[in-house]
T-cell receptor
Framework: KNEVEQSPQNLTAQEGEFITINCSYSVGISALHWLQQHPGGGIVSLFMLSSGKKKHGRLIATINIQEKHSSLHITASHPRDSAVYICAAAIQGAQKLVFGQGTRLTINP | EAQVTQNPRYLITVTGKKLTVTCSQNMNHEYMSWYRQDPGLGLRQIYYSMNVEVTDKGDVPEGYKVSRKEKRNFPLILESPSPNQTSLYFC????????????FGPGTRLTVL
């Protein structure tokens, strides 16, 4: 079993829909990162969380430390949100990130 | 502009021909790392460095070498590339791995024939 699991692996939705991507982890962490990878490959950091909730524009990230679970929400989704979303756990006491497998999101017009 | 640069962006080579992928950051970051990304396997850490002259193995270090002689540079060396090292490679940097934003390079697509 992977230390970091994401669901769903693939998600297709219509423009305007509310999107939720989930990330569960089984280890102690110092932070949880959400990353975005567009077709063409570049990876951009969206959020870094150690507790609570963060919001940036239409994107919201939450984390529940007790349940070892984080979610990324996109409100009013748009075709330009189509990308792979990756969660990554910064392992407590170790100098490493462990990545989920990624969620491929497609937003149709 | 704060950035991580990698070169080359694309490389096709043959088995056994030594190559180096360069990585440089201009943010004075302590932590740098190399990852490979393969379909179905996600991102996996190859090597990381916490500071100059301090490097350590990640999850998939076999067949790779790194060095950190200067804070800004962290080259990835493949002494004798093999076809199973065909992959998309990313360099990343941050102030510290845990609770700091990660900055990724644009990626290097390597094909070993």
């Amino acid at each position: 079993k992977n230390e970091v699991e994401q669901s769903p692996q693939n998600l297709t939705a219509q423009e305007g829909e509310f999107i939720t991507i989930n990330c569960s982890y089984s280890v102690g962490i110092s932070a949880l990162h959400w990353l975005q990878q567009h077709p063409g490959g570049g990876i951009v950091s969206l959020f870094m969380l150690s507790s609570g909730k963060k919001k940036h524009g239409r994107l919201i990230a939450t984390i529940n430390i007790q349940e070892k679970h984080s979610s990324l929400h996109i409100t009013a989704s748009h075709p330009r949100d189509s990308a792979v979303y990756i969660c990554a756990a910064a392992i407590q006491g170790a100098q490493k990130l462990v990545f989920g497998q990624g969620t491929r999101l497609t937003i149709n017009p | 502009e704060a950035q991580v640069t990698q070169n080359p962006r694309y490389l096709i080579t043959v088995t056994g021909k030594k190559l180096t992928v360069t990585c440089s950051q201009n943010m004075n970051h302590e932590y740098m790392s190399w990852y490979r990304q393969d379909p179905g396997l996600g991102l996996r850490q190859i090597y990381y460095s916490m500071n100059v002259e301090v490097t350590d193995k990640g999850d998939v270090p076999e067949g790779y070498k790194v060095s950190r002689k200067e804070k800004r540079n962290f080259p990835l060396i493949l002494e004798s590339p093999s076809p199973n090292q065909t992959s998309l490679y990313f360099c990343a940097s941050s102030l510290w791995v845990g609770a700091n934003e990660q900055f990724f390079g644009p990626g290097t697509r390597l094909t070993v024939l």
